[in-house]
């Protein structure tokens, strides 16, 4: 196989590709909104004011974001959608995590309306017009979801970040977000600033380990396998299902079927 960069999927598998289980994409939605507010809360390690603010504005930013993200959907392809809604319940998970604790309600409302629209905007319209998107295999959107919503959220705490809450949570005194004062403004470039750093960090390390590893084996499979698949191409399947004209081959698979004829001494005999 020969040494490739990684890049997107064939172009069949990108026109569409719904998840397999909507069932089971929602119930893990909700093992993750319930997680997040678990993860969110837990952060100041006690059971105080700033933990029931994190878990309250967890869910109340989540819920703004998925009813945000719906009603886009509603209003630009006029009808609503499942896996969008679960998308901007994750947007708004991320974008409230780095102030869960350190805004109010209110604040916590905003930065769901935030976390629904621009991160649908930039998934909807600008990932479908910008060709360097169109290169990256980003099946789930985790760009706009994370990368988006995360970035959107840093920034949205330098600005809403409430000095009482800051004060009992944070060791540094006289913290605040940008709404709060003059000195909230510095708060907010800073967010912005810490944001772009990780962002340039993630681009360069994440290379580096690229071509170290593209050293060792490929990146990305041929054109060939990826027509295959990756499960296929190891002589697997993710999903057999017996009953639609396919042929079950036990010598790959070791097991007999019902329909499998079963060679004995004194000649074939069906299986029942």
Request: a neutral charge.
């Amino acid at each position: 196989m020969r040494s490739q960069q990684v890049g997107p999927r064939s172009m069949n598998d990108r026109e569409r590709f719904p998840p397999n289980n909507v069932l089971l994409m929602l119930a893990g939605a909700g093992l993750l909104w319930m997680g997040w507010a678990g993860f969110n809360g837990g952060d100041p390690y006690s059971a105080n004011i700033d933990s029931s603010m994190a878990v309250l504005n967890t869910n109340i930013c989540a819920a703004t974001s998925l009813l945000v993200w719906t009603w886009l959907d509603v209003i630009f392809f006029k009808k609503p959608s499942v896996i969008g809604a679960v998308q901007g319940m994750i947007t708004g998970l991320v974008c409230i995590t780095p102030g869960a604790g350190l805004v109010q309600g209110w604040a916590a409302i905003i930065m769901g309306i935030l976390s629904g629209s621009i991160p649908w905007f930039t998934m909807m319209i600008v990932h479908k017009r910008w060709t360097l998107l169109q290169k990256i295999d980003d099946t789930l959107g985790v760009f706009h979801t994370h990368a988006v919503a995360g970035f959107l959220g840093g920034t949205l705490t330098g600005l809403f970040a409430e000095p009482a809450l800051c004060d009992l949570f944070l060791p540094v005194t006289n913290s605040r977000g940008g709404v709060y004062g003059r000195s909230g403004g510095v708060q907010f470039l800073k967010q912005i600033v810490g944001g772009c750093f990780i962002i340039g960090w993630n681009l360069v390390v994440t290379s580096i380990i690229c071509v170290v590893i593209r050293m060792v084996m490929p990146l990305r499979m041929s054109d060939e396998q990826l027509k295959i698949g990756d499960d296929a191409v190891h002589g697997e399947e993710a999903y057999a299902l017996w009953g639609d004209g396919e042929k079950y081959d036990a010598t790959k698979h070791g097991f007999l079927s019902d329909d499998t004829v079963h060679p004995k001494s004194s000649g074939a005999t069906q299986v029942v």
